[in-house]
């Protein structure tokens, strides 16, 4: 077991990795962010927000930051399903990969660069985004802006329409010791733009690695942001992400999440209505198996008049998983009119799987239309029966049944070509558990 202090000296020492060259403000910035983590350190059991959540087995492990120039990242890079992108940005173990990127015909104005680039920009939006991470209480975000260096920054312009998706890849690829990256992203859709954007975590290797990632998204008045996210690191890995987005006025967003890989897993998706008119969907469909953890830790903040907002996740759990649901309703005292729903159903193949779901709602006006629902069972024996009694074999039967389980959400993402390739993924790693 590694000890409190031997866990902040792997932590220093991939910081001094960091490059040499950063300007002032951005080393004060990591400084500052480091101070914050040693104050607190990895979050435990005793911690209302960790209940259920060990992450022991991520503090007792060494890491050494990755390199950005390991072997196979182009392979890795090559995973994403998307033939007609209109761009897609390669970051491999943390840094922005210029080589693996490649850009279509973006419309004008449009920015997919390299954050680090964005950063060093005289006047840049993407450093005052980055800056304005409120890291209190959230360790491993702390623990991101303590190694803040690259990752992508998006820009889509004012009234641009985007005709074809960006792809996002982060790939991590362990070497000979465990390794850890911290990239963040920065996206930002501005007034009256519409645009998907597709961000694809990969990995590979039987050994443990670290992907710990943060990503702030700002929708300006009347744009319309869909952001999929497609989860798939290898079975060993530890997937930490913070989702922090704010709407402003008339601003959607639609979040797609699909969680399929890793040892422990742990969503935070955090969505501000900041403008009224805003609204935001925050939707996920997550398999686990063996004795991976997922957890989902989602909040939607109603911070104004006239939003809505519509929430549904859905799990399928056997061997040994657990998995958490933790969804958060925010409705502040001069957010009437609010219209929010949230629903949340898991599904257990085993008698030993399990989930732990808190549905809140916390309501401070009065004239607001608020509900929220959780259900976890396991197939239902009439449906099975019916199919089975019209022909169907058992497994085909309980193959329909999840199918139409997880399409409530999978049939919302726009790409067709990543739908179907989603869709195939979930279903060949639930037919290998299930065998």
């Excluded at 850009?103 to 006047?123: H, K, M, N, R, T």
């Excluded at 702390?142 to 312009?157: M, Q, R, T, Y």
């Excluded at 519409?194 to 443990?208: D, M, N």
Aim: glycine share 8%; net charge negative; hydrophobic share 45%.
């Amino acid at each position: 077991m590694t000890s409190a202090a031997q866990t902040l000296d792997w932590i220093r020492d991939g910081q001094r990795g960091l490059g040499t060259r950063a300007p002032e403000w951005l080393t004060s910035h990591r400084r500052d962010a480091l101070e914050h983590f040693e104050a607190t350190g990895f979050p435990s059991t005793r911690e209302e927000a960790w209940r259920f959540t060990n992450v022991g087995p991520i503090a007792s492990t060494v890491f050494d930051l990755a390199a950005p120039d390991a072997e196979g990242a182009e392979a890795l890079a090559a995973a994403n399903e998307i033939r007609d992108s209109a761009a897609t940005a390669v970051v491999v173990n943390g840094c922005f990969d210029e080589t693996l990127s490649a850009y279509g015909a973006l419309p004008l104005g449009v920015v997919v660069e390299g954050l680090a680039v964005s950063l060093e920009a005289d006047g840049s939006s993407a450093r005052d985004i980055a800056l304005d991470l409120d890291i209190a209480g959230l360790p491993f975000a702390a623990l991101n802006a303590a190694f803040l260096e690259d990752g992508v920054h998006i820009v889509i312009p004012e009234g641009a329409v985007l005709s074809a998706p960006i792809q996002v890849v982060i790939a991590t690829l362990p070497g000979a010791r465990p390794v850890m990256a911290h990239p963040r992203l920065v996206i930002e859709a501005r007034a009256q733009s519409h645009a998907t954007i597709v961000l694809s975590f990969v990995g590979e290797g039987g050994e443990p690695y670290l992907s710990n990632v943060v990503t702030q998204v700002r929708v300006d008045g009347g744009a319309v942001l869909e952001l999929i996210t497609d989860q798939r690191e290898a079975a060993a890995a530890f997937h930490l992400h913070h989702l922090h987005a704010v709407c402003g006025e008339g601003g959607i967003l639609h979040s797609r999440a699909v969680s399929l890989g890793g040892k422990i897993v742990r969503n935070d998706l955090a969505a501000v209505l900041d403008g009224e008119g805003a609204h935001a969907t925050l939707d996920g469909v997550y398999l686990a198996d063996g004795t991976d953890l997922v957890d989902n830790h989602t909040s939607i903040d109603h911070a104004v008049a006239h939003c809505t907002s519509h929430e549904l996740y859905k799990g399928i759990l056997g061997g040994q998983a657990k998995a958490v649901f933790n969804g958060r309703i925010l409705v502040r005292p001069d957010a009437q009119k609010t219209d929010a729903k949230q629903t949340n159903r898991a599904l257990l193949l085993s008698d030993d799987a399990q989930i732990n779901s808190n549905p809140q709602l916390e309501i401070f006006a009065d004239d607001v239309k608020c509900t929220h629902g959780a259900a976890v069972g396991q197939l239902d024996e009439e449906a099975m029966f019916y199919l089975q009694a019209r022909g169907l074999t058992p497994a085909q039967a309980r193959d329909m049944l999840l199918h139409a389980f997880a399409g409530e959400v999978l049939g919302e993402i726009s790409v067709p070509e990543l739908r179907i390739a989603l869709e195939h993924r979930l279903f060949s790693r639930l037919a290998r558990y299930l065998a």
